[in-house]
Protein backbone atom coordinates (compact mmCIF):
# COMPACT_ATOMS: atom_id res chain seq x y z
CA UNK A 1 0.00 0.00 0.00
CA UNK A 2 1.42 3.49 -0.58
CA UNK A 3 2.33 5.47 2.06
CA UNK A 4 0.66 9.04 2.29
CA UNK A 5 2.56 12.00 2.86
CA UNK A 6 1.96 13.02 6.40
CA UNK A 7 0.28 16.30 6.60
CA UNK A 8 2.78 19.42 7.77
CA UNK A 9 1.61 21.99 10.15
CA UNK A 10 1.10 25.42 8.16
CA UNK A 11 3.61 26.76 10.31
CA UNK A 12 6.13 24.43 9.74
CA UNK A 13 5.76 24.96 5.97
CA UNK A 14 6.15 29.12 6.52
CA UNK A 15 9.13 28.36 8.53
CA UNK A 16 10.58 26.23 5.81
CA UNK A 17 8.95 28.85 3.17
CA UNK A 18 9.51 32.29 4.56
CA UNK A 19 12.17 34.49 2.40
CA UNK A 20 14.23 36.37 4.41
CA UNK A 21 11.75 39.20 3.95
CA UNK A 22 8.57 39.72 1.94
CA UNK A 23 8.03 41.54 -1.51
CA UNK A 24 8.77 45.11 -1.74
CA UNK A 25 6.23 46.81 -2.85
CA UNK A 26 7.35 49.48 -5.89
CA UNK A 27 7.82 52.80 -5.04
CA UNK A 28 4.59 53.68 -4.87
CA UNK A 29 3.84 56.56 -2.75
CA UNK A 30 -0.21 56.50 -1.76
CA UNK A 31 0.33 60.01 0.33
CA UNK A 32 0.33 61.47 -3.44
CA UNK A 33 -3.30 60.89 -3.66
CA UNK A 34 -3.87 62.73 -0.03
CA UNK A 35 -2.81 63.89 2.87
CA UNK A 36 -5.83 63.35 4.67
CA UNK A 37 -5.26 61.45 8.08
CA UNK A 38 -8.48 58.80 9.17
CA UNK A 39 -9.13 58.77 12.37
CA UNK A 40 -12.18 57.02 12.86
CA UNK A 41 -13.81 56.09 16.55
CA UNK A 42 -16.52 53.49 17.16
CA UNK A 43 -19.98 54.15 15.80
CA UNK A 44 -22.94 54.83 18.17
CA UNK A 45 -23.72 51.47 20.08
CA UNK A 46 -27.37 50.17 20.48
CA UNK A 47 -28.82 48.92 23.75
CA UNK A 48 -28.99 45.67 22.59
CA UNK A 49 -27.32 43.41 21.02
CA UNK A 50 -29.89 41.83 18.57
CA UNK A 51 -29.74 42.03 15.28
CA UNK A 52 -31.59 44.96 13.52
CA UNK A 53 -35.04 44.36 11.96
CA UNK A 54 -34.87 43.96 8.28
CA UNK A 55 -35.76 47.20 6.54
CA UNK A 56 -39.12 47.58 4.56
CA UNK A 57 -38.87 49.07 1.21
CA UNK A 58 -40.13 52.53 1.59
CA UNK A 59 -37.95 52.70 4.66
CA UNK A 60 -34.80 51.82 2.35
CA UNK A 61 -35.51 54.01 -0.21
CA UNK A 62 -35.56 57.03 2.31
CA UNK A 63 -32.69 56.01 4.60
CA UNK A 64 -30.51 56.06 1.50
CA UNK A 65 -31.25 58.85 -0.84
CA UNK A 66 -28.34 57.95 -2.71
CA UNK A 67 -26.38 60.04 -5.40
CA UNK A 68 -26.31 59.20 -8.66
CA UNK A 69 -23.98 56.65 -9.89
CA UNK A 70 -20.37 58.63 -10.84
CA UNK A 71 -17.47 56.42 -12.61
CA UNK A 72 -13.88 57.15 -12.13
CA UNK A 73 -11.34 55.26 -13.43
CA UNK A 74 -8.90 54.12 -10.80
CA UNK A 75 -6.13 53.53 -12.85
CA UNK A 76 -5.52 49.94 -12.34
CA UNK A 77 -5.98 47.70 -15.66
CA UNK A 78 -7.00 44.21 -15.83
CA UNK A 79 -3.46 42.78 -15.76
CA UNK A 80 -3.19 44.41 -11.94
CA UNK A 81 -6.81 44.31 -10.58
CA UNK A 82 -9.11 41.45 -11.76
CA UNK A 83 -12.10 41.55 -9.78
CA UNK A 84 -13.37 38.30 -10.51
CA UNK A 85 -10.37 36.96 -9.06
CA UNK A 86 -9.92 38.65 -6.28
CA UNK A 87 -13.42 39.30 -4.39
CA UNK A 88 -15.08 36.12 -4.47
CA UNK A 89 -12.36 33.63 -4.49
CA UNK A 90 -11.90 33.94 0.12
CA UNK A 91 -10.02 36.16 0.83
CA UNK A 92 -13.38 38.35 1.44
CA UNK A 93 -16.79 37.73 2.49
CA UNK A 94 -18.47 40.89 2.13
CA UNK A 95 -18.57 42.21 -1.67
CA UNK A 96 -20.94 41.19 -3.24
CA UNK A 97 -21.67 41.27 -7.20
CA UNK A 98 -23.78 43.73 -7.98
CA UNK A 99 -23.09 43.87 -11.95
CA UNK A 100 -21.71 41.78 -14.69
CA UNK A 101 -18.38 43.21 -14.25
CA UNK A 102 -19.10 45.00 -11.09
CA UNK A 103 -18.45 44.27 -7.30
CA UNK A 104 -19.26 45.75 -4.46
CA UNK A 105 -18.51 46.26 -0.81
CA UNK A 106 -17.71 48.53 2.80
CA UNK A 107 -13.99 49.99 3.23
CA UNK A 108 -14.50 51.57 6.67
CA UNK A 109 -17.65 53.76 6.47
CA UNK A 110 -17.85 53.98 2.84
CA UNK A 111 -20.17 51.97 0.00
CA UNK A 112 -18.48 51.85 -3.05
CA UNK A 113 -18.66 49.54 -6.24
CA UNK A 114 -15.81 48.42 -8.63
CA UNK A 115 -16.39 47.73 -12.16
CA UNK A 116 -14.03 46.48 -15.16
CA UNK A 117 -14.90 49.08 -18.23
CA UNK A 118 -15.11 47.65 -21.41
CA UNK A 119 -11.07 47.40 -21.95
CA UNK A 120 -10.55 45.96 -18.60
CA UNK A 121 -10.00 49.20 -16.82
CA UNK A 122 -10.73 49.59 -13.30
CA UNK A 123 -13.11 52.26 -12.35
CA UNK A 124 -14.96 52.85 -8.93
CA UNK A 125 -18.31 54.72 -7.41
CA UNK A 126 -19.13 55.56 -3.91
CA UNK A 127 -22.65 55.52 -3.07
CA UNK A 128 -21.44 57.08 0.35
CA UNK A 129 -18.44 58.24 1.37
CA UNK A 130 -18.87 59.58 4.87
CA UNK A 131 -16.42 59.47 8.36
CA UNK A 132 -18.51 59.98 11.25
CA UNK A 133 -16.24 62.06 13.01
CA UNK A 134 -15.12 64.45 10.70
CA UNK A 135 -17.83 66.89 12.29
CA UNK A 136 -17.39 70.62 11.13
CA UNK A 137 -14.12 70.34 10.35
CA UNK A 138 -13.87 72.43 7.47
CA UNK A 139 -10.27 70.67 6.61
CA UNK A 140 -11.74 67.28 6.19
CA UNK A 141 -12.26 65.86 2.64
CA UNK A 142 -14.78 62.54 2.39
CA UNK A 143 -14.02 62.48 -0.80
CA UNK A 144 -9.95 62.01 -0.42
CA UNK A 145 -10.31 60.19 2.61
CA UNK A 146 -12.22 57.85 0.86
CA UNK A 147 -10.25 57.37 -1.91
CA UNK A 148 -7.24 56.52 0.17
CA UNK A 149 -8.84 54.07 1.92
CA UNK A 150 -10.36 52.53 -1.17
CA UNK A 151 -6.45 52.33 -2.30
CA UNK A 152 -5.15 50.95 0.55
CA UNK A 153 -7.41 48.09 1.08
CA UNK A 154 -6.50 47.29 -2.83
CA UNK A 155 -2.44 47.45 -2.18
CA UNK A 156 -1.79 49.42 -4.65
CA UNK A 157 2.04 49.80 -3.72
CA UNK A 158 2.33 46.21 -4.86
CA UNK A 159 3.00 45.99 -8.66
CA UNK A 160 1.58 42.49 -10.01
CA UNK A 161 2.88 42.50 -13.61
CA UNK A 162 6.63 42.87 -12.15
CA UNK A 163 6.03 40.01 -9.45
CA UNK A 164 4.21 37.96 -12.07
CA UNK A 165 7.24 37.96 -13.82
CA UNK A 166 9.91 37.04 -11.30
CA UNK A 167 7.76 34.48 -9.95
CA UNK A 168 7.53 32.97 -13.74
CA UNK A 169 11.09 33.31 -13.80
CA UNK A 170 11.65 31.85 -10.91
CA UNK A 171 9.24 29.13 -10.88
CA UNK A 172 8.17 26.42 -13.76
CA UNK A 173 4.71 25.53 -12.39
CA UNK A 174 3.71 29.35 -11.20
CA UNK A 175 4.77 30.05 -15.48
CA UNK A 176 2.23 27.79 -16.48
CA UNK A 177 -0.90 29.04 -14.15
CA UNK A 178 0.31 32.74 -14.64
CA UNK A 179 -2.22 33.31 -17.19
CA UNK A 180 -5.11 31.83 -15.68
CA UNK A 181 -4.42 34.53 -12.52
CA UNK A 182 -3.87 37.35 -14.32
CA UNK A 183 -5.15 40.21 -12.04
CA UNK A 184 -5.37 38.31 -8.92
CA UNK A 185 -4.94 40.78 -5.60
CA UNK A 186 -3.95 40.18 -2.37
CA UNK A 187 -5.89 42.90 -0.43
CA UNK A 188 -5.24 44.66 2.84
CA UNK A 189 -7.90 44.26 4.73
CA UNK A 190 -8.53 45.94 8.52
CA UNK A 191 -7.39 43.40 10.83
CA UNK A 192 -10.62 43.10 13.35
CA UNK A 193 -12.26 42.85 10.04
CA UNK A 194 -10.35 39.89 8.72
CA UNK A 195 -10.05 38.11 12.05
CA UNK A 196 -13.45 37.96 12.25
CA UNK A 197 -14.43 36.53 9.07
CA UNK A 198 -11.95 34.15 9.32
CA UNK A 199 -13.29 32.86 12.92
CA UNK A 200 -15.97 31.69 10.99
CA UNK A 201 -14.54 30.16 8.48
CA UNK A 202 -13.04 27.01 10.13
CA UNK A 203 -14.27 23.72 8.73
CA UNK A 204 -16.88 26.06 6.71
CA UNK A 205 -17.73 26.55 3.19
CA UNK A 206 -17.64 29.63 1.24
CA UNK A 207 -21.37 30.19 1.06
CA UNK A 208 -22.49 29.35 4.89
CA UNK A 209 -19.01 31.32 5.72
CA UNK A 210 -20.92 34.28 3.52
CA UNK A 211 -24.32 34.02 5.66
CA UNK A 212 -22.08 34.14 8.69
CA UNK A 213 -20.19 37.36 7.94
CA UNK A 214 -23.14 38.67 6.68
CA UNK A 215 -25.03 38.57 9.84
CA UNK A 216 -22.22 39.84 12.30
CA UNK A 217 -22.19 42.34 9.45
CA UNK A 218 -25.56 43.70 10.31
CA UNK A 219 -24.71 44.83 14.13
CA UNK A 220 -23.09 47.90 12.38
CA UNK A 221 -24.33 51.31 11.00
CA UNK A 222 -26.25 50.55 8.08
CA UNK A 223 -25.20 52.90 4.99
CA UNK A 224 -27.37 51.33 1.58
CA UNK A 225 -28.49 48.78 -0.82
CA UNK A 226 -27.17 48.59 -3.98
CA UNK A 227 -28.67 45.94 -6.53
CA UNK A 228 -31.07 44.08 -3.18
CA UNK A 229 -28.12 43.52 -0.76
CA UNK A 230 -27.91 45.59 2.30
CA UNK A 231 -24.86 47.25 3.19
CA UNK A 232 -23.10 47.72 6.91
CA UNK A 233 -20.40 49.45 8.17
CA UNK A 234 -18.40 46.35 10.06
CA UNK A 235 -19.45 46.73 13.88
CA UNK A 236 -16.95 47.90 15.92
CA UNK A 237 -14.69 45.62 18.41
CA UNK A 238 -16.89 47.25 21.26
CA UNK A 239 -20.44 46.53 19.37
CA UNK A 240 -19.36 42.83 19.01
CA UNK A 241 -18.51 42.70 22.86
CA UNK A 242 -22.51 42.72 23.71
CA UNK A 243 -23.58 39.96 21.26
CA UNK A 244 -24.14 36.92 23.16
CA UNK A 245 -23.12 33.21 22.67
CA UNK A 246 -26.49 32.07 22.71
CA UNK A 247 -27.57 34.38 20.03
CA UNK A 248 -24.61 33.45 17.54
CA UNK A 249 -25.36 29.97 18.11
CA UNK A 250 -29.22 30.97 17.40
CA UNK A 251 -27.54 32.43 14.12
CA UNK A 252 -25.75 29.28 13.18
CA UNK A 253 -22.31 29.77 14.31
CA UNK A 254 -22.19 26.25 15.72
CA UNK A 255 -19.22 25.59 17.43
CA UNK A 256 -17.71 29.01 16.93
CA UNK A 257 -19.70 31.13 18.45
CA UNK A 258 -18.05 29.98 21.71
CA UNK A 259 -14.39 30.93 20.29
CA UNK A 260 -16.11 34.38 18.68
CA UNK A 261 -16.98 35.45 22.11
CA UNK A 262 -14.04 34.61 23.54
CA UNK A 263 -11.60 36.12 21.11
CA UNK A 264 -13.85 39.11 21.45
CA UNK A 265 -13.43 39.20 25.12
CA UNK A 266 -9.63 38.71 24.69
CA UNK A 267 -8.98 41.76 22.47
CA UNK A 268 -10.71 43.94 24.70
CA UNK A 269 -7.89 43.25 27.42
CA UNK A 270 -5.29 44.06 25.32
CA UNK A 271 -3.13 46.74 26.44
CA UNK A 272 -4.19 49.92 24.13
CA UNK A 273 -7.29 47.91 23.36
CA UNK A 274 -7.42 44.57 20.87
CA UNK A 275 -7.67 47.28 17.61
CA UNK A 276 -4.52 48.69 18.27
CA UNK A 277 -2.67 45.15 19.12
CA UNK A 278 -3.68 43.57 16.34
CA UNK A 279 -2.63 46.73 14.09
CA UNK A 280 0.66 46.62 16.09
CA UNK A 281 1.32 43.05 14.36
CA UNK A 282 2.24 44.49 11.46
CA UNK A 283 5.15 45.73 12.61
CA UNK A 284 6.68 42.14 14.04
CA UNK A 285 8.04 39.41 11.66
CA UNK A 286 5.76 36.62 10.38
CA UNK A 287 6.45 33.76 13.05
CA UNK A 288 5.95 36.48 15.63
CA UNK A 289 2.66 37.33 14.17
CA UNK A 290 1.69 33.69 14.17
CA UNK A 291 2.73 32.70 17.55
CA UNK A 292 0.74 35.93 18.88
CA UNK A 293 -2.99 35.64 16.39
CA UNK A 294 -2.61 31.94 17.92
CA UNK A 295 -3.17 32.95 21.61
CA UNK A 296 -5.89 33.92 20.49
CA UNK A 297 -9.49 31.43 21.41
CA UNK A 298 -9.78 29.17 17.90
CA UNK A 299 -7.61 30.77 16.23
CA UNK A 300 -5.22 27.82 14.48
CA UNK A 301 -1.77 28.01 12.22
CA UNK A 302 -4.42 28.40 9.41
CA UNK A 303 -6.72 31.14 10.38
CA UNK A 304 -3.55 33.19 11.95
CA UNK A 305 -1.85 32.92 8.15
CA UNK A 306 -4.72 33.94 6.54
CA UNK A 307 -5.45 37.00 8.85
CA UNK A 308 -1.48 37.84 8.38
CA UNK A 309 -1.48 37.35 4.57
CA UNK A 310 -5.06 39.60 3.95
CA UNK A 311 -4.64 42.16 6.38
CA UNK A 312 -1.07 42.59 8.39
CA UNK A 313 0.75 42.87 4.98
CA UNK A 314 3.00 39.47 5.80
CA UNK A 315 2.80 38.65 1.93
CA UNK A 316 5.00 35.90 2.53
CA UNK A 317 2.52 33.88 4.29
CA UNK A 318 1.53 30.75 3.02
CA UNK A 319 -1.96 29.73 4.56
CA UNK A 320 -2.31 25.45 4.38
CA UNK A 321 -5.08 23.67 4.50
CA UNK A 322 -6.70 20.14 2.67
CA UNK A 323 -6.96 21.76 -0.43
CA UNK A 324 -3.25 23.81 -0.85
CA UNK A 325 -1.70 20.52 0.21
CA UNK A 326 -2.50 18.83 -2.78
CA UNK A 327 -1.27 21.39 -4.93
Not at 143 to 170: H, Q, Y
Not at 223 to 238: D, K, T
Not at 247 to 276: C, D, H, N, W
Amino acid sequence: MKRRRPFPSPLSVIKCTTPSTPPTPCNFDITQFSKTKTNLNSETLSISSKRPPRRSLSETLKIENLPPEKWTPLNLGKSELSLSLTFPTGQTFRWKKTGRLQYTGVIKSHLVSLKHLENGDVSYHFHTATCPTSGSNSNFNEEEDAKLALLDFVNVGIRLTDLWADFSASDQKFAELAPHLVGARVLRQDPLECLIQFLCSTNNNIQRITRMVDYISSLGHYLGSVEGFQFYQFPSLERLSIVSEAELREAGFGYRAKYMVSTIKALQLKPGGGVKWLSSLRELDLEKVIINLSTLPGVGPKVASCVALFSLDQHHAVPVDTHVWQI
